[in-house]
């Protein structure tokens, strides 16, 4: 027995303490020697005295590499330290990670069970079988396209899916008309708006700004304000809500905008609710009213204005105000709001929508399609400071305001000469540029200009604003350097057309395109 167990103990004694404990410590040994540096200033100090120039120079090399291979070895060691400790503290903070899901997996399971039970019981109270809706009764349309009250479930009686817009009719019945000014004019509410904003809010817009807002309500009910941030986009739309007595409805865009859900809401099938937003309220209520809304689509660009905005921008094109319509619901409840027709909702004539945009990198371009409905205006510079009246608020009916409108077509229609020099131009830039006015860009510019006018602009103007604004805007989407000579002979063909004296925003927009080649 003695035998084998001195066997086992040189045995495994050479594995083990003369193998593996040889390189342990041998690498042990090793470390320490690598890191000895009284031993370094030993050798160093024996040898010095013998040196030459040539020697010592040599000698402060090899010290040199020495201290740069020490300091990378402790560099090493330490970085590899680090990550042993990170990985360490994200395979603990991994573990209670699955713990803590576990544990909410139960308290997920356990409250699932505890609400089918609550359910069954409401159930049960109702008289239904299990598996049975108080509201899948929902009615039918009849022949007339009515609901019948006999296919409505009793729970249903005085259940409205539309809380936010029952409010309103409830709202509604106390409601008495203002006393509208009707005598206003469009240079009277322009000098009004402009003085009301100074004196009552601090605000200081040059009347120009004011024109272009005011005279495009006349041609859209899609308005852009772009511009350098800070100049009062977004206060100016505000402030006319003010002016109006009818504060504007203001919609932050978000970037997870993607479709019409964000304006109107949606219907949650589970709690047989309509999720109702404050724009879709405001839009019911708009319909029993005469005054003027404004919604602000404010930074409207930081989402994608084609997917969330792509209805309204259909709706709103449409010749007759009778198709305004947007379907909310499928089906018909007797009980939903009045002014709601089939599960649809007619848009508010008296609403207009005024979006601003930044352009820079967390913003998305916007494109031809919603430019080309809109009447986009430029606030690049801040209005200067000057002294303004104590200005009251304005009562204005929408019906008025687009009964002048109407009156400008007539009384300051684009003359004749302009039309035909507008003809001209459009040859013009079909041959040089390959592009095309379009029919719905002389439609807007016959509103537009007339009610520029009627607001205290003049005719070359208001034309100048819509070439500019929509027509050499398109230049963008063209290779700027292969019309860079072509755009210096449309500078030229518009002086002598138009005049040196005129068409003075355009030049300078085709002048700033030279300079971006």
């Not at 049960?124 to 108080?134: A, I, R, T, V």
């Not at 009552?200 to 495009?216: N, S, T, V």
Request: some cysteine; hydrophobic content about 40%; glycine content about 6%.
């Amino acid at each position: 027995m003695g035998a084998i167990i001195k066997f086992l103990e040189q045995f495994l004694s050479q594995f083990f303490v003369k193998g593996v404990w040889g390189i342990i410590k041998g690498i042990g040994i090793g470390i320490k020697n690598i890191f000895d540096i009284p031993k370094y200033i030993a050798i160093f100090k024996a040898w010095s005295g013998d040196f030459g120039v040539v020697e010592w120079i040599v000698a402060i090399l090899a010290l040199l590499v020495l201290l740069t291979v020490l300091v990378g070895l402790a560099s090493l060691l330490y970085m590899l330290l680090r990550k042993y400790v990170r990985f360490r503290k994200t395979v603990v903070d991994q573990e209670e990670l699955l713990n803590e899901v576990a544990t909410l997996n139960r308290d997920v399971i356990r409250l699932t069970t505890e609400k089918e039970k609550i359910l069954a019981m409401k159930v049960s109270q109702l008289g239904l079988k299990p598996g049975e809706s108080p509201f899948e009764e929902i009615p039918e349309e009849g022949e007339e396209g009515e609901a019948s009250s006999d296919d409505v479930d009793m729970e249903a009686d005085d259940y409205s899916r539309f809380y936010k817009l029952t409010q309103v009719d409830l709202e509604i019945e106390d409601y008495e008309p203002p006393v509208y000014n009707n005598d206003i004019t469009l240079p009277e509410i322009c000098d009004m708006f402009r003085n009301f904003a100074c004196s009552r809010m601090g605000l200081y817009y040059e009347p120009r700004i004011i024109r272009l807002f005011l005279a495009a309500f006349s041609t859209t009910r899609l308005i852009i304000l772009q511009g350098i941030s800070g100049t009062g986009k977004t206060s100016l739309p505000y402030a006319f809500g003010k002016f109006l007595q009818n504060d504007a409805t203001i919609c932050s865009v978000q970037p997870s905008w993607r479709d019409r859900t964000e304006l109107f809401g949606y219907f949650n099938e589970f709690t047989k609710r309509f999720n109702e937003t404050e724009l879709l309220r405001k839009m019911y209520e708009a319909t029993y009213k005469d005054d003027v809304f404004v919604t602000i689509m404010d930074e409207m660009n930081i989402a994608r204005v084609e997917y969330y905005f792509a209805e309204l921008l259909s709706i709103l094109e449409m010749p007759s105000r009778d198709e305004w319509v947007v379907s909310l619901v499928p089906s018909v409840w007797p009980t939903d709001p009045k002014n709601l027709f089939d599960g649809k909702l007619r848009l508010p004539e008296n609403m207009w929508y005024i979006g601003t945009i930044n352009n820079d990198d967390s913003t998305f371009a916007v494109t031809d399609k919603v430019y080309d409905r809109a009447i986009p205006i430029d606030i690049n510079t801040k209005g200067k400071y000057f002294d303004a009246p104590w200005t009251d608020h304005l009562t204005l009916n929408y019906k008025h305001l687009e009964a002048m409108f109407e009156e400008c077509k007539i009384k300051h229609k684009v003359s004749e000469e302009n039309i035909r020099k507008l003809a001209e131009l459009d040859d013009y830039v079909i041959e040089h540029f390959r592009l095309a006015f379009g029919n719905r860009i002389v439609k807007q510019l016959e509103d537009f200009i007339p009610a520029y006018v009627g607001c205290g602009g003049t005719e070359i103007d208001g034309l100048d604003f819509i070439l500019c604004h929509k027509i050499l805007r398109k230049f963008e989407a063209l290779n700027l350097s292969f019309i860079r000579d072509e755009i210096g002979g449309l500078i030229t063909y518009l002086n002598r057309h138009f005049g040196r004296s005129n068409m003075g925003e355009s030049k300078e927009y085709l002048e700033r395109l030279q300079k971006l080649i």
